[in-house]
């Protein structure tokens, strides 16, 4: 609590203060995760005397919220291994109850609460719910039962054919002995417009030729070398130097 009150302590929390205080004692000192319980029983207690409605309600909810709030911290103590979701009420009580009558006391202390609240706030029975679990085995073995019916139906269609199709095929015999074979028609060749002009050019050219309509000329093979001239021997480089040898030193010694 002086850590509360301390001003130079920052508190980080929505409602400052007062939220520090209401969550201290409701959830670390009280019901733990339970403390919300006792929220929404303020809240419907609000809007019940906000709306003028449910006033003859209004015990039997608060009192279902304050069981719940009692129920769930003392749940939290046994899952919980932090005290912190159990509160200081739900601590307290499970460690009587569990020292009281143990683990199996404790269980059924939650089982039985829950069971309790199905019945009175729900109106489910334990009848309704044997009643709906046999429901539920019941359509699973239908539909399981339904489901090996149809593949024991299709397994004995699928033999039944393959049966059938074995026999006819050993009773098959070829009835024709005799086939027609079909004679392949040569296919006519279309030809191009193209070729028979080439071939028409072509015998006309052979029947030209033949008749000797052109008249050829003798070809004169010095036709183009008229003007054509021997070279002189003047033309011709003198390197014999009239037999005389000369040596030139500065070729020799580029070479």
């Given amino acids: 609590m002086a850590v509360i009150f301390n001003e130079g302590i920052e508190i980080k929390n929505i409602s400052n203060k007062l939220g520090l205080i209401s969550s201290y004692f409701l959830i670390y000192k009280g019901f733990g995760i ?19 409605k449910g006033y003859k309600k209004l015990i039997h909810r608060s009192l279902t919220f304050i069981l719940s709030a009692v129920w769930l911290s003392i749940f939290s103590f046994n899952f919980f291994d932090d005290y912190i979701f159990s509160g200081l009420f739900g601590y307290e009580l499970g460690t009587i109850i569990l020292n009281f009558s143990g683990k199996l006391g404790l269980l059924s202390f939650l089982l039985f609460g829950f069971i309790a609240f199905l019945v009175i706030n729900l109106k489910i029975t334990p ?13 699973i073995k239908s539909s399981n039962i339904e489901n090996t019916l149809e593949n024991v139906e299709t397994n004995e269609e699928i033999n039944k054919n ?29 030809k191009n ?6 071939k028409i050019e072509k015998v006309l050219n052979e029947e030209t030729v033949n008749t ?9 093979h010095t036709l183009e070398l008229k ?11 003198d390197h014999d130097n009239n ?5 030139n030193q500065e070729e020799l010694e580029e070479n």
């Fill in 227 to 237: 003007s054509y001239k021997a070279p002189q021997l003047k033309l011709l480089s």
């Fill in 162 to 190: 393959t049966f059938e199709f074995k026999n006819a095929e050993s009773k098959t015999e070829p009835t024709i002995k005799n086939h027609s074979v079909l004679e392949e028609k040569p296919e006519k060749v279309e």
């Fill in 127 to 139: 009848t309704d719910l044997i009643h709906f679990l046999k429901n539920i085995g019941k359509k």
């Fill in 212 to 220: 000797g309509a052109i008249n050829l000329v003798d070809y004169d």
């Fill in 34 to 52: 339970g403390g919300f319980s006792i929220i929404f029983n303020l809240i419907v207690i609000g809007l019940t005397l906000s709306f003028d």
């Fill in 243 to 247: 037999g005389v040898i000369t040596i």
């Fill in 193 to 198: 417009d193209s070729e028979i002009e080439m």
